[in-house]
């Protein structure tokens, strides 16, 4: 992912191509946003998104096989006219137990001058990190019995989850003990489960929308999705679009609102261009405008009816510059938790979410929009804050250090290798 700031006055042929995907008449849209052709105005060239990719071959919220395009009219889980609600309850998340300063980040001047980037922390919002001897497992056991406790519900009654991660460990031979020790350690003894990587830092917006599909469609009662991530070579903590930090978050999908704190799903929506894939391009903010109409669309709102963006914890600037041209101001934006934490990989958006509403900016009835951006791709889950249900105490949504004695055993992995990314 880029950091060069885009020429605006000279848009590249392809974002032009984006724009200009709209009807020609615009009187012939239907109420779904289609015209009879069956094509979303503004959506990208060959016939709009494509499913994003999980390895066990999920459909995507849209309800469309991954990697094939919607029928003419197809009704998106997330679009106005859909009859079933669904809603996200105990959103949760932990982070690793060791704080580490800037400062201390093995190769940080090295790797910004490499980037050609001044190390000024104040400019880019760096700040801490957070760093674990965790397994992936235990972040990831520890983030979803959170989300259980606090939205009351018992392990046996959770029919599904979907596990979120940019890098999941070994390969065919060592993936079954690993979804094994996760679902032990949840205790999900009956639970079906579904693998999200592909979509990279929008792993965790992927998986709940398509948590979302299989709750409307009828097909699970229960989603539990949870993304678990952690840097395995130190020297790559930081990037040239942000300074990296271990955790994992989780949040319950299902037809009604569960615990205290719970959101209604309102709508959602994806938008790629599959030739912007490679993750050194530039974030597009044609993409992020697309989602944003599709979503403001089936919920009949204006933009400035959403009360905050829930970003990726990326660099400030990047931040600031990407979400100003998909539209938002930068009131709506929440940058707090870029110095504090870094980027926790596909986990920022709920991060974020947690962290607003324990700091009171949560507002019964308000708007909450979940986004997040990787080169080429651009997912938004709009949500609507259910009021506080009576409740003996609110639980608390994060912890941190180690894990809990229903949770594995910390361990290193020395078994991974890779990149963050």
């Not at 003894?189 to 579904?194: L, P, S």
């Not at 097909?219 to 678990?228: E, S």
């Not at 952690?230 to 903590?237: G, I, L």
């Amino acid at each position: 992912m880029s950091t060069r700031i885009p020429n605006t006055r000279n848009q590249s042929t392809r974002d032009q191509a984006l724009r200009d995907q709209g009807p020609r008449n615009p009187s012939t849209r239907d109420r779904s946003g289609r015209t009879p052709s069956g094509r979303t105005p503004g959506a990208p060239p060959d016939g709009g998104p494509a499913g994003h990719g999980t390895p066990s071959g999920g459909a995507p919220a849209g309800g469309s096989p991954a990697g094939s395009t919607a029928p003419a009219g197809a009704p998106d889980a997330g679009r106005r006219g859909a009859t079933a609600s669904s809603h996200l309850s105990g959103p949760a998340y932990v982070l690793g137990e060791k704080e580490l300063d800037h400062t201390v980040v093995e190769d940080l001047v090295e790797r910004a001058r490499e980037f050609g980037m001044p190390p000024q922390a104040a400019l880019w919002g760096w700040g801490t990190v957070r760093r674990t001897a965790e397994t992936l497992q235990s972040l990831a056991v520890r983030a979803g019995l959170t989300t259980l406790r606090t939205s009351g519900t018992d392990p046996s009654d959770v029919d599904c989850l979907v596990l979120c991660s940019t890098r999941f460990p070994g390969g065919p031979r060592t993936h079954g003990r690993f979804v094994q020790e996760v679902l032990d350690g949840l205790g999900l003894e009956n639970a079906a489960f579904t693998g999200v990587t592909l979509n990279r830092c929008t792993n965790l917006l992927a998986g709940l929308r398509l948590a979302q599909a299989l709750v409307t469609s009828g097909q699970h009662r229960k989603v539990l999705v949870v993304t678990t991530d952690r840097v395995t070579d130190e020297s790559r903590r930081l990037e040239k679009f942000a300074l990296f930090s271990d955790g994992a978050a989780s949040a319950l999908v299902s037809a009604e609102p569960l615990g205290p704190d719970a959101y209604e799903i309102v709508a959602g929506a994806s938008a790629q261009d599959r030739s912007e894939l490679e993750w050194t391009n530039e974030v597009s903010p044609v993409l992020s405008r697309t989602v944003n109409e599709r979503i403001l669309h089936a919920a009949e709102m204006k933009i400035g009816d959403i009360d905050a963006v829930l970003h990726l914890n990326l660099f400030k600037p990047l931040v600031v510059l990407k979400e100003r041209q998909a539209g938002f101001t930068k009131d709506q934006l929440w940058l707090d938790n870029i110095p504090r934490f870094g980027h926790c990989f596909a986990a920022d958006p709920l991060i974020n979410l947690v962290d607003r509403a324990q700091n009171g900016q949560v507002k019964d009835g308000g708007s909450y929009l979940l986004a997040a951006s990787v080169p080429g791709v651009r997912i938004g889950l709009l949500l609507r804050r259910r009021p506080a249900a009576t409740a003996p105490g609110l639980q608390e949504h994060h912890t941190q250090g180690t894990a809990g004695p229903t949770a594995p055993r910390p361990a290193t992995q020395a078994d991974e290798t890779g990149e963050s990314r």
